[in-house]
């Protein structure tokens, strides 16, 4: 079992800056794919970044490439989301996903994520 707790989310206005991070709890944190996810007022939730296990490959969603970063310190057992030139469109709650993988490949799918954190929200004033 791995429990993922986010951290980072708040009150932001357009154009700002915010950095989530995703402690996560096992040591082996270095052999796990990591995501994150979010769910807007009235949307239905949405991949927004993953990270391969060892950082080797990066993926995002068309909406926040070129904005957001997605990045990880395996020594603390952290992800980090970079947000920049923040939109009120990216007002959710973020998740912070993970599942165990041993390849580069960037899993877009939610279904293949087994463990989720409580979320985080992110809110972005006009």
């Known amino acids: 079992q791995v429990q993922l707790v986010e951290s980072g989310g708040g009150l932001v206005q357009a154009g700002d800056s915010a950095r989530l991070s995703c402690a996560a709890s096992?040591?082996?944190?270095?052999?796990?794919?990591m995501g994150w996810f979010r769910q807007g007022p009235g949307k239905e939730r949405e991949f927004v970044a993953a990270?391969?296990?060892?950082?080797?490959?990066?993926g995002y969603a068309d909406s926040v490439k070129g904005r957001f970063t997605i990045s990880r310190d395996n020594t603390k057992n952290t992800v980090y989301l970079q947000m920049n030139s923040l939109k009120p469109e990216d007002t959710a709650v973020y998740y912070c996903?993970?599942?165990?993988?041993?390849?580069?490949?960037?899993?877009?799918?939610?279904?293949?994520?087994?463990?989720w954190g409580q979320g985080t929200q992110v809110t972005v004033s006009s």
């Open positions: 996903v993970c599942k165990i993988q041993y390849t580069h490949t960037i899993v877009y799918d939610a279904a293949e994520y087994p463990y």
């Open positions: 096992r040591r082996t944190f270095s052999t796990y794919a």
């Open positions: 990270i391969s296990w060892i950082g080797g490959s990066t």
